[in-house]
């Protein structure tokens, strides 16, 4: 659908299909997609420079940091990891503000056992340590 010029579709319009379609997948499996190796992120990652170097016209040579600047500035796309970082903060913020007992518990007992140990296998409560330091300041 995306390369089909015969559709004259615009860039903004290509954008949001891609987002409709792609990027909800990503969305609402975000907590999934937390726990995927690094090297699965950067296959979808590749998927995504693909979809954008097809919308915007790129060629296919252009380094992948000018594909990621064009695609936020021109299609307020976030790379791949930092669209789920993005998510996953909001997550645990917006649970937290709302006082959800599953997750306000998930995190203190994280808090708590964070600094007592090393943790090889990050979660995606790694990533929200501001969130978190905000609901729990330190005493």
């Known amino acids: 659908i995306l390369s089909n010029k015969k559709w004259g579709l615009n860039q903004n319009t290509l954008g949001n299909l ?3 379609l792609v990027g909800s997948i990503l969305n609402y499996s975000f907590p999934y997609l937390n726990s995927f190796s690094e090297n699965n992120i950067k ?3 590749a998927i995504q420079n693909t979809a954008v170097r097809s919308i915007l016209k790129l060629k296919y040579d252009i380094p992948s940091n000018i594909v990621h600047h064009e695609a936020f500035n021109k299609l307020k796309l976030l790379t791949v990891s930092n669209r789920l970082y993005e998510l996953s903060e909001r997550y645990v913020g917006t649970g937290l503000s709302h006082s959800i007992p ?6 203190k007992e994280y808090k708590e056992g964070f600094e007592s140990r090393y943790i090889e296998y990050p979660t995606p409560l790694c990533n929200c ?6 609901f729990f300041p330190e005493t």
């Open 102 to 107: 599953l997750v306000v518990r998930l995190v």
């Open 43 to 45: 296959k979808l990652q």
């Open 18 to 20: 891609y987002k409709s």
């Open 129 to 134: 340590y501001l969130t978190i330091s905000f």
